[in-house]
């Protein structure tokens, strides 16, 4: 069972993705990031690989594209808030 972050655990998991360009909202308890990309079939191609990924962990962004652009937000809907699986997405994503 998926359960929101504790104060402790957010502190551990966010410091590292706030390092590498992850926001936090706090009133919507999310984590934000815009990936940047040459163009439009490279912006593609990375969110086809991160919905493959998204669809195996059972765990979708938030998101939208426009040309080489990518705006990604990622929250837990069935907690209300952020979940270590949008850690670990995150982590995925940066790697993608
Ligand atoms: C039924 C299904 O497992 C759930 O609705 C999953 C699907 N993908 C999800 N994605 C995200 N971001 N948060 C969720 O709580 C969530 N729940």
Same mark, same amino acid.
């Given at each position: 069972?998926?359960?929101?972050?504790?104060?402790?655990?957010?502190?551990?998991?966010?410091?590292?993705?706030?390092?590498?360009?992850?926001?936090?909202?706090?009133?919507?308890?999310?984590?934000? +990031?815009?990936?940047?990309?040459?163009?439009?079939?490279?912006?593609? &191609?990375?969110?086809?690989?991160? *919905?493959?990924? =998204?669809? $195996?962990?059972?765990?979708?962004?938030?998101?939208?594209?426009?040309?080489? +652009?990518?705006?990604?937000?990622?929250?837990?809907?069935?907690?209300? &808030?952020?979940?270590?699986?949008? *850690?670990?997405? =995150?982590? $995925?994503?940066?790697?993608?």
């Amino acid at each position: 069972m998926t359960e929101k972050l504790s104060d402790i655990a957010r502190k551990t998991v966010l410091e590292p993705l706030i390092a590498d360009g992850w926001t936090v909202d706090e009133d919507r308890d999310a984590i934000s +990031k815009t990936y940047k990309f040459d163009d439009f079939t490279e912006a593609f &191609g990375w969110m086809t690989r991160a *919905a493959l990924w =998204a669809e $195996k962990w059972d765990h979708h962004p938030e998101w939208s594209n426009v040309y080489n +652009k990518v705006e990604v937000t990622l929250t837990t809907h069935d907690v209300g &808030g952020l979940s270590s699986l949008d *850690a670990k997405l =995150a982590r $995925k994503l940066d790697t993608l």
